[in-house]
């Protein structure tokens, strides 16, 4: 059973930065692309960012690029999502889920999921 935990959400002013980490249990967790998705209340689940295996590859949404990084240290099986200059569009419960062998933004190739981290952005 893979378990993934996501932790650093909360609240933070517009303009403020916040820093999510997933970790994983896995111990094949390098052999594995990472995700990063979001979901506001009322919408469905949206792709944030995603990174390759060793790193070398991240893909982002439009709506975040320029304004968040993820990274990866397979060495702690964990990855992290450094969110700045936060908007309160950006409001959402944050899920880290572990994918297929390339960076992706399609949800269905995303096979485990973490319970969330909330994160909401005031004005």
């Known amino acids: 059973q893979v378990q993934l935990v996501e932790s650093g959400g909360g609240l933070v002013q517009a303009g403020g930065s916040l820093r999510l980490s997933c970790a994983v249990s896995r111990r094949t967790f390098s052999m594995y692309s990472m995700g990063w998705f979001r979901q506001a209340p009322g919408k469905e689940r949206d792709f944030v960012a995603a990174i390759s295996r060793l790193g070398r590859t991240t893909i982002y949404s439009e709506s975040v690029k320029g304004r968040f990084t993820i990274s990866r240290d397979n060495a702690k099986n964990t990855v992290y999502l450094q969110m700045n200059s936060l908007k309160p569009e950006d409001t959402a419960v944050y899920y880290c889920?572990?994918?297929?062998?390339?960076?992706?933004?399609?949800?269905?190739?995303?096979?485990?999921w973490g319970q969330g981290t909330q994160v909401t952005v005031s004005s």
């Open positions: 889920a572990t994918g297929g062998l390339q960076a992706t933004g399609q949800r269905e190739q995303y096979d485990y």
